[in-house]
């Protein structure tokens, strides 16, 4: 299914737009499900997704359920956490429970950073198994179910195509049956980090990318115009809806 391609003149206008979205979705998902599953990622997203939606009066805060697209592993209050950002940016400013918001174990990044290298795996490991825990208590599935079913997944994309901690070439592409994996030697710093899998991304209902500025014009040709594996390229929902929210300067070399 084609992509749903979204651009307005300024970041200002694209926040009412994305919150346009965020807000329809979690109205459809409480009414149906009595909750509203979502995924959010690092870089400029936060920002953008938080300054219209954080003042919207007609959303159901303590139905939502959040989850991260992919974290940083490095303490919650540190400034390179993505937790740390959406706290900044969204969190702070609305009534989700805080018991909602499922951050990765502090306890465990604390361990980690004490660790050789081979125990650094093991914990990381452990991390993942608990972060697996987590979704698997939300979406109320036995793991020998297949994949959790997000509501909406917000994903930026970075300058080399990377989506959630998934790079270009990287063997974390091909991976199929877990739900979250650790990356050690990401290409972008910090190079600890866990993340979603493509799997996870493909069965959510909607997946919306958020890309703004010159920076991303020849990304998201690539990305949009040509066939290619780029990980933002491999985001194709089983069942789910695809959007791109693109400030005009971001899409001005799109033939749209
Ligand atoms: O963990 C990270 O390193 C960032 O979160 C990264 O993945 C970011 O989401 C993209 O690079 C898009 O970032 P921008 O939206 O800021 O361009």
Not at 29 to 39: H, M, S, V
Not at 137 to 151: G, H, I, L
Not at 171 to 178: A, H, K, Q
Request: include cysteine; glycine fraction near 4%.
């Amino acid at each position: 299914m084609a992509p749903h391609i979204i651009t307005k003149p300024t970041t200002g206008e694209l926040s009412i737009s994305l919150a346009d979205l965020v807000v329809e979705k979690s109205k459809k998902a409480i009414e149906t499900l009595d909750r509203f599953t979502i995924g959010l990622s690092g870089g400029s997203l936060p920002k953008i997704l938080a300054a219209d939606l954080k003042n919207r009066k007609d959303i159901t805060w303590e139905k939502w359920e959040v989850f991260f697209c992919d974290e940083r592993i490095v303490p919650l209050d540190h400034n390179d956490s993505n937790y740390l950002l959406c706290k900044n940016e969204l969190f702070d400013h609305v009534p989700i429970p805080p018991e909602r918001i499922h951050t990765i174990n502090g306890e465990l990044v604390s361990k980690i950073e004490k660790v050789d290298t081979e125990k650094a795996a093991e914990v990381a490991q452990n991390m993942v198994d608990d972060y697996e825990n987590q979704l698997i208590k939300v979406f109320a599935c036995a793991k020998s179910v297949k994949f959790p079913v997000f509501d909406l997944l917000l994903l930026g994309i970075g300058p080399d195509g990377h989506i959630c901690s998934l790079f270009p070439r990287h063997p974390l592409l091909e991976e199929d049956v877990t739900w979250v994996a650790y990356i050690m030697d990401s290409p972008k710093l910090p190079r600890r980090r866990i993340t979603l899998t493509l799997p996870v991304v493909n069965h959510a209902h909607t997946v919306a990318f958020v890309a703004t500025g010159a920076g991303k014009q020849d990304t998201l040709v690539e990305v949009l115009n040509e066939k290619g594996n780029l990980p933002a390229q491999l985001v194709k929902p089983i069942h789910g809806k695809v959007y791109w929210f693109l400030d005009d300067e971001a899409a001005a070399k799109l033939n749209i």
